[in-house]
């Protein structure tokens, strides 16, 4: 455990600031370093949140200040920072998605474990008391056993959107940007892996998921649904079914003002609050790679659960037809 943790963020978009809000909230972190394309932009965001500015992400790595560093960068990116910040010795939290596939999750968890680094995979919803609840409720049976999961991540950004997740060769597209929160959140509550899944998707002109819909099959008589999509506001919320009740999770993915409600066949519903700013969501994060650097991974986001994500995004994919032109393939 890190009593206190200097941190480094690749990156200056819409994410790494919402991360440096957090870092300002925590208990643990200090920015001291950001590095972006341009020195311009990285100064711009450090006007703002502190750090050394840099006009690479090299020099980000370079800093000996620097223990962990945050991978704020577009997809596509994910698999060769990792490995940089690996080589460089740097603890990691690298946005989701980790990578493009699990070929290029499995390869760069391999260098990880050899340069012997913290590892996590930035799903900051894992951390947060709300989901750690669900967990415990879960453990405890309190809706029976589980048979269906439902759940919708979506946002309505408009057609002339210019942003890497409106590029297919990029890993744009509804399913790698917000479908992979509803893919986690099921692969949770399912404690499993599916055995198939089906992307049904309409993929635009320029070859992303514009919009899409899910389903997977899991060991149990366990199902799935999924809604997702980055040209569609949906409820994004989830919904667990189990034999004996239903859990409703309102805002699962912010977990923001959010609440878990339960409700049990004859008895009155059950509701736990939770109340955290938006900085104070991404604040636990980032307290939790301090808490767990030692043991190399944290338990709310395994290397393992990384991958198997990635796995089932894959079978996702497949189905649906949807390629990347810049994902590993061999």
């Known amino acids: ?21 957090g870092l300002k909230v925590s208990k643990t972190g200090t920015l001291v370093a950001v590095g972006s394309r341009t020195l311009e932009s990285a100064t711009k965001f450090t006007d703002t949140y502190g750090g050394t500015p840099y006009g690479s992400y090299d020099e980000v790595l370079s800093d000996p200040n620097v223990q962990a560093v945050y991978i704020a960068l577009p997809h596509h990116m994910h698999y060769e920072w990792t490995i940089k910040c690996a080589e460089a010795g740097k603890a990691i939290l690298c946005e989701k998605p980790f990578t493009l596939n699990a070929l290029e999750a499995r390869r760069a968890l391999d260098e990880v474990a050899k340069h ?14 709300q989901t750690l609840k669900l967990r415990e409720l879960l453990a405890a049976n309190v809706v029976g056993q589980i048979k269906v999961v439902n759940s919708e991540f979506g946002f309505q950004a408009g057609k002339e959107w210019e942003n890497f997740r409106t590029e297919g060769a990029l890993g744009g597209g509804g399913l790698m940007d917000v479908g992979t929160y509803c893919v986690s959140l099921t692969r949770l509550v399912a404690a499993s892996e599916p055995e198939s899944a089906h992307y049904s998707a309409y993929i635009g002109d320029k070859g992303y998921d514009e919009i899409g819909t899910g389903c997977m099959k899991f060991p149990g008589e366990f199902t799935a649904s999924f809604g997702t999509g ?35 066949r004859g008895q009155e519903p059950e509701a736990f609050e939770f109340k955290s700013t938006n900085d104070e969501l991404y604040g636990i994060e980032a307290d939790a790679v301090a808490e767990f650097i030692d043991a190399k991974e944290c338990p709310h986001m395994t290397w393992e659960d990384t991958v198997n994500n990635m796995r089932a995004l894959d079978m996702l994919r497949a189905s649906a037809g949807l390629v990347f032109a810049m994902e590993t393939k061999a």
């Open 1 to 21: 455990m890190a009593d206190k943790l200097n941190w480094g963020i690749l990156a200056t978009g819409g994410i790494a600031r919402q991360f440096a809000g």
């Open 116 to 129: 012997g680094v913290f590892f996590m995979e930035a799903f900051m919803y894992r951390c947060h008391p």
């Open 230 to 264: 980055v040209h569609i506001n949906l409820r994004n919320g989830a919904w667990v079914y189990g034999t004996e009740g239903m859990i409703h999770i309102d805002n699962p993915w912010k977990a923001s003002g959010g609440s878990i409600t339960v409700y049990r």
